[in-house]
């Protein structure tokens, strides 16, 4: 199992571009995350998601947009980036809500 | 509102050199406190789970505890292989991270 893969590894973006960063994980796991790493910050949830079709915003959802439409793949989208968006994301899986989240390698993003 | 904060932010010690990492929290209906280790450039590798006051888990030189109110991490003996960033997170209504503690162990 190659479990929760994540590209690009890096980008960088200029303010107002857009992007899509991809996440795929092969657990067969209900539940799919995005989080962003901040340096000094916990991580924070951007959105999540219960399954295929179902996603709801966490933390900080704000300049993001999320799709599920297959078990396997859970993209995030940055449609106008911002300088603020400068970060590490970290997309994440878990076979249930209260169980262990495993995570991807991330990817890690400049706004310029 | 739930927090999750570690101590120390950072940590040097000499290999060999035992100590231990403190998750301190304030959640309501706690349904799990979690470590995870990352180091520079990856993601977060799971650790253990512990799920109830007086649980201890070990894995080689690392043994978690919880009480009501905080995690401890201990590390026996620790090697240079054992530096990295220790990550803490409670499970409650959501997950919610602490910021971390970044071990560097010396040889």
């Known amino acids: 199992n190659a479990g929760v893969t994540q590209t690009p590894k890096f980008r960088i973006l200029k303010i107002g571009q857009s992007m899509t960063l991809q996440c795929t994980q092969d657990?067969?796991?209900?539940?799919m995350y995005w989080y962003r790493q901040d340096p000094g910050m916990g991580l924070k949830l951007i959105y999540y998601?219960?399954?295929?079709?179902?996603?709801d915003k966490g933390e900080v959802p704000n300049g993001y947009n999320v799709s599920r439409s297959t078990t396997e793949d859970f993209p995030l989208r940055l449609e106008l980036a911002a300088p603020s968006q400068t970060s590490v994301y970290f997309c994440a899986s878990s076979y249930d809500r209260w169980e262990t989240q495993y995570f991807g390698p991330g990817t890690r993003l400049l706004v310029l | 509102e739930d927090q999750v904060t570690q101590s120390p932010e950072a940590l040097r010690l000499q290999e060999g050199e035992s100590s231990s990492l403190n998750c301190s929290y304030t959640v309501s209906g706690l349904r799990g406190l979690f470590w995870y280790r990352q180091d520079p450039g990856k993601g977060p590798e799971f650790l253990f789970t512990l799920y109830s006051a007086g649980e201890e888990k070990e894995k080689e030189r690392l043994k978690a505890t919880l009480t009501k109110k905080e995690s401890f991490l201990h590390i026996t003996a620790p090697k240079p292989e054992d530096s990295a960033t220790y990550l803490c997170a409670v499970q409650a209504r959501d997950m919610r991270f602490g910021a971390g503690t970044r071990l560097t162990v010396k040889p």
């Open positions: 657990m067969n796991h209900n539940y």
């Open positions: 998601s219960v399954g295929a079709g179902i996603t």
